[in-house]
């Protein structure tokens, strides 16, 4: 049997690279199914879409850092305050602006539907890489 091609590995960080490539795909796409289709939580997936996308993105801030840095507790602490501001400010807008609380929840599933279909997408692109 043929070794897998280590560009298909999703322990590399370009797995982490390319599913935040496809959460840049997918957020617009469902946020344009929200206005057309789904009117009043259109606003709730756009927000949700977004702060998928900025806690993802605060998450591979850290895990860069701890590879160039190796002070664990330093980045934990930061990403433990990152998130909480992202947090807060979610509540923020779900209360203060009235944001759709499913339609946010719909936008913010981008993340894990993004981290499933690329880890699909390189199982597929893997098994087709292997030369038995």
Do not use: C, H
Not at 2 to 30: K, Y
Request: proline share 5%; glycine share 10%.
């Amino acid at each position: 049997m043929g070794e897998v091609p280590d560009r298909w590995d999703p322990s590399l960080p370009l797995f982490v690279v390319d599913v935040q490539r496809l959460m840049v795909i997918i957020w617009p796409v469902v946020s344009l199914v929200g206005v057309i289709f789904f009117r009043p939580q259109a606003l709730g997936i756009l927000m949700g879409g977004l702060i998928a996308v900025i806690l993802f993105a605060s998450a591979m801030r850290a895990g860069k850092v701890l590879i160039e840095n190796s002070n664990y507790n330093s980045v934990m602490f930061r990403l433990i305050g990152s998130q909480f501001i992202i947090w807060v400010g979610m509540a923020f807008l779900l209360v203060r602006f009235k944001i759709d609380g499913p339609g946010f929840v719909i936008g913010v599933s981008i993340l894990p539907v993004a981290i499933l279909m690329t880890l699909t997408w390189y199982l597929i692109k893997g098994a087709s890489g292997r030369s038995e």
